[in-house]
């Protein structure tokens, strides 16, 4: 199958399993659809072949300020601990989730709204921080696609430090999405970012002929899915 059709039928497959409340097992399995989109080479193969890049719209958050009351408070909390022992990581933000990010549209004031190509998309922040780490697009789809049973769950540890650190918080009860798994819930959030990036590529495919439609009841079209 040549990669023009791949692509968008791997697009049709994505946008079928997020119909009717997807359970955490659909979402696991987009991660292992979006995968060969998002961290791998088709995405750009299918948008050499029809001339059209795709542009993910997302959220910029406006950077986290800490009233100054609050940072001489932590200042000195932080001096007292590292007084007596000075080998614990300093640590502001223990734990923090913003939704929102990939919808596309500012939520709270100081938003900005930007769009980014696959690479600079995989690198955006999620909305979820732990110990002062921002976890990006990629690691949730890391941990989504290649632990958690996406495409692998060998209960090996992730070869991404950032989604081997998630992981073994999820292991230890971490928190939850929407009563999902969060970084399954959070694929939710990426497919449907993804999806809207692509409808104008796929759109073209379809156009120049690149994409036949396939023997079956689900065929591409540029109707919303959400």
Known sequence: ?????????????????????????DLLKVAGLLRPILLENMLDRASAAASVDARFRVVKPAPVSIPPELQRQMDAAWATVHATRPEVKRVDVALSMRQGLLRGEPWEPGDEVVELSRLDFLEHPIGFILNDVEYSVKNMLKVAANSLGGIHNDGKPNRDKRAEELRQYMEQ???????????????????CCTLRACEPLADELNRLGLYVHATSEWVWSAEPVL
């Open 173 to 191: 009860g971490g928190a939850t999405w929407c009563g999902r798994s969060m970084p399954a819930g959070m694929v939710f959030d990426i497919a």
């Open 1 to 25: 199958m040549k990669v023009e059709q791949l692509f968008v039928e791997t697009l049709i497959d994505i946008a079928q399993k997020l119909r009717n409340n997807p359970s955490e097992y």
